[in-house]
């Protein structure tokens, strides 16, 4: 059920919106409330999703061949080149872009070596099993085949997601390491985060990212992962 979720989010962004409320950076901890609590999705960019097309652009040759995206094919079609097929898992039926219809958790009607990439953004917190989860990416994945993946390290708590399947799980960069390492190797995986402290702040307040400096957005500080990426490739392909 999982992929209802992840597919209104994405939906969400870009659209129309109200004119917003104009917020002072400097002043947010002086609230109690926070500005949106929609991640930002109301105000434009999401600070989260700034940082997922800063990893995604950065692997964007890999973004090639079959790409399996969940709930809609978003990030297949902004990076997507010519001759690239794109398929879109979903949990349920309805759904007018899903090509596959299954479990990512049990792997049920994801066929095995089907995918040269999958694109898996912030996904995982809303399994419960995510080593199941990950285990069946792996599988579905072609020998050669990478997953682009971000998990949340720091976020407010997906009410959607929370009151119909369970919103489960925040990330660091150690345990992205040891569960994807587990899986596809650890020699396979490359991870990176993206934050700061007031990007951090920033997003839990629900500002949207044009609302802060671009410099200011793009420094990074280890101690204050916001947003978690992973590049992990299935052992076998050809040189």
């Known amino acids: 059920m999982l992929a209802m979720g992840v597919s209104m989010l994405k939906r969400l962004w870009p659209r129309r919106r109200r004119p917003r409320e104009v917020v002072d950076p400097a002043r947010l901890l002086e609230r109690a409330e926070p500005v949106s609590r929609q991640f930002g999705f109301d105000r434009g960019q999401p600070i989260d999703r700034y940082y997922i097309e800063a990893f995604l652009h950065q692997h964007r040759s890999d973004v090639a061949g079959r790409v399996l995206e969940i709930g809609a094919p978003t990030y297949t079609r902004l990076l997507g080149g010519r001759g690239v097929q794109s398929e879109v898992l979903h949990a349920v039926e309805g759904n007018r872009d899903a090509t596959l219809v299954g479990d990512l958790a049990s792997g049920e009607g994801i066929p095995a070596d089907f995918a040269d990439c999958f694109i898996l953004t912030q996904t995982l917190p809303f399994i419960a099993d995510c080593r199941a989860a990950l285990a069946s990416v792996h599988r579905t994945l072609r020998p050669g085949g990478v997953v682009l993946a971000t998990v949340p390290g720091i976020s407010q708590i997906s009410r959607y997601d929370m009151d119909r399947w ?74």
Do not use: C, H
């Open 166 to 239: 369970g919103d489960y799980w925040r990330f660091t960069t150690r345990s992205a390491e040891m569960l994807f390492g587990e899986v596809f190797g650890a020699e396979n995986v490359e991870v990176v985060s993206y934050g700061n402290v007031l990007a951090a702040a920033a997003f839990l307040y629900g500002l949207a990212s044009d609302e802060l400096p671009r410099e200011r957005l793009d420094s990074r500080d280890g101690d204050y992962q916001l947003l978690i990426g992973v590049r992990a490739v299935k052992p076998g392909g050809g040189a």
